[in-house]
């Protein structure tokens, strides 16, 4: 059996990779081709082109490099053309997969799976219409994208958040001891993205808000989580730890974090680590976004919640002070951070057990 795949940036990776063991665990006879990063690679994924070069996020950014995503959609096609797959297979990343998803199904008789639906509750419904009509099955991880889809007449298969298949809640001790943090001391850990464009917008300010913390919290340990692919050029001073090895240990050790809104969000509320959701981008990206998107929240946590329980720093408002504002009132004042906790404790049981991967994996070798 051959299946193409279609990841589009890193948490999609690490999702495609655990999909990809899990359906080899169901066949031994299956090959993958497509696109996605190391981890993916590693399940014997051929890709066909690197993941940092496409993991790009904001309408403007994507214009800037319009010729290469044109190229690259060429490129996919003709692959698919020539090695004609058993089931294609594309993770979220809607602006280049439900792009290829009619193109593709005007000469393939290949069934579409779309994993990780696209957030079309939040922004741009009309994509409805091109799901309906090119997509053959949609896997959600949320129960709430279930209820929305079935009011809509598409019907979907819901089976859970991987994440929940890829944490595990061991080790803490080993990384305590790897990067000898003292954990009767507070531990503030800084997330500030995977794309480029987020570390350029985030990092420094980040690490701003941090140092201006340790005046107020002098015995503050400070970690920044970073995947090993991210490059970066900004000067980190040697009182700042960079956990690149095992970033989400960094994040699940912490007392507070500060958090690029994103996948991430998430993983610290399954965690249970409270946090401030930062987020800045191009200008006119940014006034793009207000126009369109519907939803209350940027946080996927706020927006399963349906209120703030992470709160959100967004554009003009993510300044120095106003972050460092909110992590001094989650070290600090120990009735909001249970009232966070409990609220956290709420959207796990919302969020439901693990095994999403497996049934993921089930589902699509089964249709």
């Not at 053309?81 to 393939?108: C, H, M, Q, T, V």
């Not at 400070?222 to 980190?236: A, S, T």
Request: aromatic share 10%; net charge positive.
């Amino acid at each position: 059996m051959k299946i193409f795949i279609l990841s589009g940036e890193p948490s999609g990776d690490e999702y495609g990779a655990l999909l990809m063991k899990n359906i080899k665990e169901r066949s031994n006879n299956v090959t993958f081709i497509g696109v996605g990063g190391n981890l993916m690679s590693r399940q014997g994924l051929q890709s066909i082109v690197p993941l940092n070069q496409i993991s790009i996020m904001g309408f403007f950014e994507v214009i800037k490099n319009i010729f290469f995503f044109l190229n690259l959609e060429k490129k996919i096609l003709e692959i698919i053309k020539k090695e004609n797959p058993d089931k294609i297979i594309l993770i979220d990343y809607p602006g280049l997969n439900l792009r290829l998803a009619p193109k593709i199904k005007s000469f393939s008789r290949s069934k579409i799976f779309y994993y990780i639906s696209p957030q079309i509750w939040a922004w741009k419904e009309k994509r409805l219409n091109k799901i309906k009509k090119f997509i053959d099955h949609m896997i959600v991880i949320f129960e709430f994208e279930k209820m929305w889809y079935q009011k809509r007449n598409y019907e979907v298969h819901y089976v859970g958040h991987p994440f929940l298949d890829i944490w595990q809640k061991d080790k803490l001790n080993e990384f305590i001891n790897q990067y000898n943090l003292d954990v009767s001391n507070p531990i503030l850990t800084l997330f500030p993205g995977s794309r480029k464009q987020e570390i350029n917008k985030h990092l420094k300010l980040f690490i701003d808000v941090a140092n201006e913390l340790k005046k107020s919290v002098p015995k503050l340990q400070i970690l920044i989580g970073l995947n090993k692919n991210v490059k970066i050029n900004h000067k980190i001073n040697n009182n700042i730890i960079l956990v690149r090895d095992n970033p989400l240990k960094a994040l699940e050790i912490a007392n507070a974090a500060i958090i690029a809104s994103g996948t991430a969000t998430l993983q610290s509320a399954i965690m249970r680590t409270p946090a401030a959701v930062v987020y800045k981008m191009n200008v006119l990206s940014w006034w793009m976004t207000k126009f369109l998107v519907k939803v209350k929240f940027a946080s996927m946590v706020n927006i399963i919640a349906n209120k703030m329980v992470f709160k959100e720093f967004l554009q003009e408002k993510a300044t120095i002070n106003n972050i460092k504002k909110e992590i001094e009132k989650i070290l600090m004042n120990e009735k909001y951070k249970k009232e966070i906790m409990s609220d956290l404790n709420l959207i796990n049981k919302k969020i439901g057990l693990s095994g999403a991967t497996k049934k993921a994996a089930s589902f699509i070798m089964s249709n």
